[in-house]
């Protein structure tokens, strides 16, 4: 059964800092692992998908990774904005379904001034 | 290319009462799925559909949510009779199964939400 939990639960940090989220799965047999943003009161927002075969995935400041081997894919932000402050989700397929997302709690971030 | 929309966005009723959730899925998208998070929770999938067809309602709560996708367009989700557990957020999703360089994916696309409270 796919569990995904994602560390920290909260994050705040000064403007500029490149900073790291984390995912882990339990389920080495992924078949897509996707990074979401939510804005307070909106709905989701795709920002990277990584397919099975792919280590990472690059979309502006935004890098993903992919290591299925130990089940850990990480959200790279770098040079943070305050337009960045959101909750930041992650998903993945469950075992043997390469439909349905199994979600994370979420990481919430804040950048400040 | 118009994104997934849900209507309506905001649903406030009594316990007991009977509440229809719509969503249209990006046009020409086949998979359309329905998941809900609920106040604290993670995100959980609820059931998805391929055209008009369920393919997995795995999720479904109970018998009182009802899901059809007539003619394999737009999606309703029903809940009746209502209870104070449904309240959450319900989202909808879709999606076309597509093939890359790294092999196929399915990257699955979401609608604003509909916040549904139970009173």
């Known amino acids: 059964k796919q569990e995904v939990t994602q560390i920290p639960a909260a994050l705040s940090v000064p403007e500029g800092e490149n900073l790291v989220l984390n995912c882990s799965f339990t389920?080495?047999?992924?078949?897509?692992l996707q990074w979401f943003r939510q804005d307070p009161g909106k709905g989701l927002t795709s920002l990277l998908l990584i397919q099975s075969s792919q280590r990472e995935q690059t979309s502006g400041r935004l890098n993903a990774s992919l290591d299925k081997s130990s089940g850990r894919s990480t959200l790279y932000i770098a040079a943070s904005q305050p337009g960045d402050s959101a909750t930041y989700l992650c998903?993945?397929?469950?075992?043997?379904?390469?439909?349905?997302?199994?979600w994370g709690l979420g990481t919430s971030l804040a950048v400040n001034p | 290319e118009a994104g997934v929309t849900q209507f309506p966005s905001h649903s406030v009723i009594e316990k007991g009462q009977t509440v229809t959730l719509r969503c249209d899925p990006i046009s020409g998208h086949d998979n359309l799925y329905w998941y809900r998070r609920v106040m604290g929770k993670e995100i959980k999938f609820l059931l998805h559909?391929?055209?008009?067809?369920?393919?997995?309602e795995s999720g479904m709560p109970n018998n009182r949510f009802l899901a059809e996708r007539t003619g394999g367009t737009y999606s309703t989700l029903k809940v009746q009779p209502a209870e104070l557990e449904d309240s959450g957020v319900y989202f909808c999703?879709?999606?076309?199964?597509?093939?890359?360089?790294?092999?196929?994916?399915?990257?699955?696309?979401f609608g604003p939400g509909t916040r549904l409270t139970v009173l």
């Open positions: 998903a993945g397929n469950a075992a043997g379904n390469n439909r349905k997302l199994i």
């Open positions: 999703a879709s999606s076309q199964l597509r093939t890359s360089g790294g092999g196929p994916y399915n990257e699955q696309f």
């Open positions: 559909f391929v055209k008009e067809s369920k393919q997995d």
């Open positions: 389920d080495s047999a992924i078949y897509n």
